[in-house]
Each structure stands twice: as structure tokens, then as C-alpha cells.
């Protein structure tokens, strides 16, 4: 069976991402931080459709965490095909004359960062083995729009954004790099605060939110796309970017 990692698959889009990745024959490791029980309850679920899940926490702040979570991965499923970062923070809104130094680093640390250490991470190991990989990034709109007082958020999607689209430079034709970008989209099934404030309906031109399903039929695509494909990204936002 093929593997896939998903980096923060525990919960929201990543838990998603997950189960639909089991619908289509994946073994997955996952790795979360606070959500062990949700992640423990993948397990059942993956294993109806015949697969394997390995879970290992992880906080995606630590460089050290990050190499033990993937040490363990592959010591317990193999070589994944694809690599999806999925893990990511929305930090309130707040002016930028209050951001301090080490909120701005902290955001960095768990949006940006991750991407580049876990695909440093894969491409060293499919150039020892021989053999092709597959990176996918969940970024967002807020990557290439700006939106008032989200500079941390705005800031550090924007560097994920142009971290990925380097890496697909530089790290052909190893890997193919791709972006998923959400615009506004429901989970009923896991709601937060920032769920509450999406955008009116009415203003996306395919006249309803997105679904978590809508965002896992553009990450399966890049999964089996052609592997020629690489530095673009599917914007998951019915539309919305074209009212901008």
C-alpha cells in the first residue's frame, strides 16, 4: 500500500485529509500536538478500509520533534509518496504595534518552518533510495491577500507560500512541490471562534462556504497528478479570489 504523512492529521482539515487518504488504500502516519485522544481515534476509522495508521506527538515548533516524529513514521510505515503539511495556527487579530518579536517567531515557527525542515527531511531520503516524492502544502488566501491586523497570520502563509514555490525550484525533479489554499470553509464537525467570523456567503461567487471535502478533492489530485506538476497551487475558494 502507499504511505502518506500528514503533519497535524489529528484534527480539522488535516483529520480530513486523513480518513480520505485511507478511502483510497494510504497506510498514514499522522503526528499531532495536544490532540492524542482524536488522534488515537483515527486508528479504528483507517483501519475499516484495511490500512494502518502510526500517530506520533509532536510539536511542530521543535526542529527535534519534527526529526523524531519522521525518525518514527518511516520506521513504522516505510517511505511515504506524499508528505502533506497540514498543521498550521490563526492567531487573533491584533494591532501590529503590539506584536512582540517572539509572537512573530512563534507563528513563523509553526506555519512556515515545518515545510521547510520535513521537505529537507524527505528529499535527502528519496535521493538515497532513488526514487520520486510528493510535497503538499495547506496554505490559504491569506498568503497572497492582506487582511487588517493578521499581520502574524498574513506574514507567515505568505513565507510558507514562497517556501513552497522554492522548494519546487530547487528540489526537482526529486519532488514535486504543490499548494492547496483554503478559502472560506465550514467544520461543523470541529468548530472554532474563527469559523463563526467567515466571510457571507453571498460574497463567494459559488454562493456557499467551502467543505472539507471540497479542500480534500484538490489534495488528492496532486496526490496522483503527474509528478511533471510541480510549484502551483489550487485555491479552494469558490471563486472568491476573483472578487478581490
Same mark, same amino acid.
Given at each position: 500500500?502507499?504511505?502518506?504523512?500528514?503533519?497535524?492529521?489529528?484534527?480539522?482539515?488535516?483529520?480530513?485529509?486523513?480518513?480520505?487518504?485511507?478511502?483510497?488504500?494510504? =497506510?498514514? /502516519?499522522?503526528?499531532?500536538?495536544?490532540?492524542?485522544?482524536?488522534?488515537?481515534?483515527?486508528?479504528?476509522?483507517?483501519?475499516?478500509?484495511?490500512?494502518?495508521?502510526?500517530?506520533?506527538?509532536? =510539536?511542530?515548533?521543535?526542529?527535534?520533534?519534527?526529526?523524531?516524529?519522521?525518525?518514527?513514521?518511516?520506521?513504522?510505515?516505510?517511505?511515504?509518496?506524499?508528505?502533506?503539511?497540514?498543521?498550521?495556527?490563526?492567531?487573533?487579530?491584533?494591532?501590529?504595534? &503590539?506584536?512582540?518579536?517572539?509572537?512573530?517567531?512563534?507563528?513563523?515557527?509553526?506555519?512556515?518552518?515545518?515545510?521547510?525542515?520535513? &521537505?529537507?527531511? !524527505?528529499?535527502?531520503?528519496?535521493?538515497?533510495?532513488?526514487?520520486?516524492?510528493?510535497?503538499?502544502?495547506?496554505?490559504?488566501? /491569506?498568503?497572497?491577500?492582506?487582511?487588517?491586523?493578521?499581520?502574524?497570520?498574513?506574514?507567515?502563509?505568505?513565507?510558507?507560500?514562497?517556501?513552497?514555490?522554492?522548494?519546487?525550484?530547487?528540489?526537482?525533479?526529486?519532488?514535486? *512541490?504543490?499548494?492547496?489554499?483554503? /478559502?472560506?470553509?465550514?467544520?461543523?464537525?470541529?468548530?472554532?471562534?474563527?469559523?463563526?467570523?467567515?466571510?457571507?456567503?453571498?460574497?463567494?461567487?459559488?454562493?456557499?462556504?467551502?467543505? =472539507?471535502?471540497?479542500?480534500?478533492?484538490?489534495?488528492?489530485?496532486?496526490?496522483?497528478?503527474?509528478?511533471?506538476? &510541480?510549484?502551483?497551487?489550487? !485555491? *479552494?475558494?469558490?471563486?472568491?479570489?476573483?472578487?478581490?
Amino acid at each position: 500500500m502507499p504511505v502518506a504523512f500528514v503533519i497535524g492529521g489529528a484534527r480539522r482539515l488535516g483529520r480530513s485529509i486523513t480518513q480520505r487518504l485511507a478511502s483510497h488504500g494510504y =497506510d498514514v /502516519g499522522i503526528t499531532y500536538n495536544t490532540s492524542g485522544d482524536l488522534a488515537a481515534s483515527l486508528k479504528s476509522e483507517v483501519e475499516l478500509h484495511g490500512c494502518r495508521l502510526t500517530h506520533v506527538q509532536c =510539536d511542530v515548533r521543535s526542529e527535534q520533534q519534527l526529526k523524531h516524529a519522521w525518525t518514527q513514521l518511516t520506521a513504522n510505515l516505510g517511505l511515504p509518496a506524499v508528505v502533506i503539511v497540514a498543521a498550521g495556527v490563526f492567531p487573533d487579530p491584533q494591532h501590529p504595534g &503590539t506584536i512582540s518579536s517572539e509572537q512573530f517567531i512563534d507563528t513563523m515557527r509553526i506555519n512556515t518552518l515545518p515545510l521547510i525542515l520535513l &521537505t529537507g527531511m !524527505y528529499t535527502t531520503v528519496c535521493d538515497e533510495a532513488k526514487t520520486t516524492g510528493r510535497v503538499i502544502s495547506l496554505g490559504s488566501l /491569506g498568503a497572497t491577500e492582506i487582511w487588517k491586523d493578521r499581520l502574524l497570520y498574513n506574514a507567515s502563509k505568505a513565507a510558507a507560500r514562497t517556501s513552497a514555490l522554492s522548494l519546487a525550484r530547487s528540489l526537482a525533479p526529486t519532488l514535486s *512541490v504543490n499548494i492547496v489554499a483554503p /478559502g472560506a470553509i465550514s467544520q461543523p464537525h470541529d468548530m472554532t471562534d474563527a469559523d463563526k467570523r467567515l466571510i457571507p456567503a453571498e460574497r463567494i461567487p459559488m454562493q456557499r462556504h467551502g467543505s =472539507d471535502q471540497d479542500v480534500c478533492d484538490a489534495v488528492m489530485f496532486f496526490t496522483s497528478a503527474p509528478h511533471y506538476i &510541480t510549484g502551483q497551487t489550487i !485555491y *479552494v475558494d469558490g471563486g472568491y479570489g476573483l472578487t478581490r
